[in-house]
């Protein structure tokens, strides 16, 4: 699934956009992407969320950072109580903006690091999620002054919490790395954009302008694992995607995701998930 770019709604009072998103039936898988940061905190909703090559649960309370241009989406699988809606309380910012904000500010500097930390997602602890579980219900009701005095709020609380996991495969941040970051940027777009066709490593050593054994040491110290480990979690998580959201044969959504065997597939989806896809299938729909 080929994650689409999504424009972001603006509005002439704010210079950041925001959503509480009520969603009676469910929701949708929309496998997308965007230049800003995302903070969402999920209520009344369990389910899956996708974020990069990361696939995991959420429950009421979720509470995530997804990091600019990391495709991304959740699909529910039921409301806690029947008789509310889904909700997803969503707060965007761009990072550039909010460097201008942060800028010479010695008080906002645990959100730069934030943003730093958080470029391909973080999932906050529970008592984060509790902690401004108010400020985030609120923040859509507020002038447009007290809303961005609010964000910076929530952000500076969330920036503190160290029990906060990554998600996706994270790049090194070494300075060191930096020479390279162009090169593996052009090497993950192009898998994020193929990896349910052929792709060879001859193919992406080109795309990276270094040799095959060259391809394997950039891409190992940006992202701690090997061309092939990556791109299995993304076919995976691809599948767990259509097995959750769709009524598809196993056999159309192993094709789907790039598996010409079968056989390979249920062997790697098992190797990852501990289940087979029948059985991850059935378990997501139990609940």
């Known amino acids: ?76 699988r039921e409301k806690l109580d029947p008789g509310k809606p889904h909700r997803a309380l969503v707060l965007w910012f761009h990072p550039e903006w909010m460097r201008q904000m942060t800028a010479g500010a010695v008080e906002l500097r645990p ?37 961005l005095l609010s964000l910076l709020a929530i952000l500076g609380q ?55 054994s060259g391809l394997h040491r950039m891409f190992r110290r940006h992202t701690g694992t090997t061309v092939s480990d990556y791109l299995i979690r993304m076919r995976i998580g691809d599948a767990c995607a259509r097995l959750s959201s769709t009524n598809q044969p196993v056999a159309h959504i192993a094709d789907a995701v790039g598996y010409a065997s079968l056989a390979n597939f249920n062997r790697q989806f098992r190797a990852e998930k501990g289940m087979t896809p029948r059985d991850y299938r059935a378990h997501f729909r139990k609940g």
């Open 158 to 212: 969330v920036a503190a919490d160290r029990q906060a996991v990554p998600l996706a495969s994270a790049p090194g941040h070494q300075p060191a790395l930096q020479e390279s970051r162009e090169r593996i940027d052009r090497v993950l777009t192009h898998l994020h954009v193929n990896y349910a066709g052929p792709v060879t490593l001859e193919e992406l050593a080109d795309i990276a302008a270094l040799s095959v």
């Open 1 to 76: 699934m080929r994650a689409f770019l999504e424009v972001l709604p603006r509005q002439s009072d704010t210079s950041w956009p925001m959503l509480n998103r009520r969603l009676d039936d469910a929701i949708p898988f929309e496998w997308h992407h965007h230049p800003e940061f995302e903070l969402t905190l999920t209520l009344n909703s369990a389910g899956q969320r996708f974020i990069g090559d990361h696939t995991g649960e959420y429950e009421d309370g979720d509470l995530v950072l997804v990091g600019p241009n990391l495709p991304h989406t959740w699909a529910s």
């Open 111 to 147: 959100i730069e690091q934030l943003m730093a930390r958080g470029q391909n997602g973080l999932q906050f602890s529970r008592q984060t999620g509790e902690a401004v579980r108010a400020e985030f219900e609120t923040i859509f009701d507020r002038e447009p002054a007290e809303r």
